[in-house]
């Protein structure tokens, strides 16, 4: 109920707070936060992917493992960054094409088994794959590819590498497409991202800019807690679920949640620190990231199995809460010592 309380008040306070944080956080910030951090991670996000589909240029003919490397690689640049919900990356529902996940109705392996059995090549034309089921397009759909043998082991070689490829292919040129809107040419995303303070086509104001901002990172922290940790965990270890938890097949589970945090903590460090003027306040937010950091740390085996064996999961369970500490700590200090509101989040009513 108070969750609930809290959000309704951010939105019917939202216009007056927006006008408000706009002297704290303003344009200038906003180009700090895009030249340090936006850009930066889809630029490393478009080098991984690119890598990767390089690597898959070879599939058939190079070691496994040296492709599973790359996809790592790529799936944890994306970690990186899948933080942000705005602007090109929502474009042609870019976020969900990359990967599809909580796959609560087992989509990704139905449809790409249903892929591997058409052989019809029609399907991976790019235009045509790219217009396609989610399902198929993303890390989910690649890493089902690189690390369920068992399922596809009656599957054409040649057959299985075309599929791969199309799919690292597809990868790359989102990545590129989506770096290339944010940095580059006269309609550069990021142009407006910084001018949101003059008012324009995409924003209104600063305000606005830094109410997303804190959204998605509120949304990300409660994406951590409750979907990548408290899946997996479920209510006791008798109901774990390990197959539940991200990227349970790359053992890259725990690695993405790591991702997932040092992310939260530099958008955090370049958009909101800087406007904070309670230094208690400030020192209380970064020993919150340091100690959900620590938390993960302290978790030895694969996520996957650390849900389901006594001693870790209470290092699983300490990590969750770490993270919800953080969360509130977000929602009911941050947010209103900058004027911010909430709003709703992605995640309400899921």
């Known amino acids: 109920m108070h969750r609930v309380f809290?959000?309704?008040s951010s939105v019917l306070l939202a216009p007056l707070l927006a006008h408000a944080a706009a002297a704290a956080i303003d344009g200038e910030r906003l180009r700090d936060v895009a030249r340090h951090h936006i850009v930066p991670a889809y630029a490393h996000l478009a080098a991984t992917t690119r890598g990767l589909d390089e690597a898959a240029a070879r599939c058939g003919e190079a070691d496994a493992s040296a492709l599973r490397m790359r996809f790592a690689d790529a799936f944890l640049a994306w970690q990186?960054?899948?933080?942000?919900?705005?602007?090109?990356i929502q474009v042609l529902s870019r976020d969900f094409r990359f990967q599809l996940w909580p796959d609560k109705r087992g989509s990704v392996t139905r449809h790409v088994n249903a892929l591997l059995a058409s052989r019809d090549a029609a399907q991976l034309a790019p235009d045509t794959f790219a217009a396609g089921t989610a399902a198929v397009q993303g890390f989910g759909a690649l890493e089902y590819l690189l690390y369920d043998n068992a399922r596809s082991a009656d599957v054409d070689p040649g057959w299985r590498c075309r599929v791969l490829r199309t799919i690292t292919a597809n990868l790359a040129r989102m990545a590129a497409d989506t770096l290339a809107e944010w940095r580059d040419g006269e309609?550069?995303?990021?142009?407006?991202?910084?001018?949101a303070a003059d008012g324009n086509s995409y924003y209104d104001s600063a305000g606005e800019v830094a109410g997303r901002l804190l959204n998605n990172l509120h949304t990300?922290?409660?994406h951590v807690a409750s979907n990548k940790l408290g899946r997996p965990l479920g209510e006791t270890a008798d109901k774990a679920s390990p197959k539940r938890a991200e990227a349970w097949r790359?053992?890259?589970?725990?690695d993405a949640v790591k991702a997932n945090l040092a992310a939260a903590h530099a958008l955090y460090r370049h958009a909101f620190a800087p406007a904070l003027t309670d230094p208690a306040l400030a020192d209380r937010i970064d020993a919150a990231f340091d100690a959900a950091s620590e938390a993960a740390d302290a978790i030895t085996p694969p996520l996957a199995q650390a849900v389901v064996a006594a001693e870790s999961r209470r290092a699983v369970q300490a990590l969750?809460?770490?993270v919800e500490v953080l969360e509130s700590l977000l929602a009911d200090q941050l947010a209103p010592a900058l004027g911010l509101g909430l709003g709703f989040?992605?995640?309400d009513g899921d």
Request: cysteine-free; glycine content about 8%.
């Open 80 to 88: 990186g960054i899948n933080h942000l919900r705005f602007g090109p």
């Open 250 to 254: 790359s053992g890259l589970s725990l």
């Open 320 to 322: 969750q809460w770490q």
């Open 6 to 8: 809290r959000l309704l």
């Open 345 to 347: 989040n992605s995640l």
């Open 220 to 222: 990300a922290l409660e």
């Open 187 to 195: 309609q550069a995303h990021v142009k407006m991202f910084a001018t």
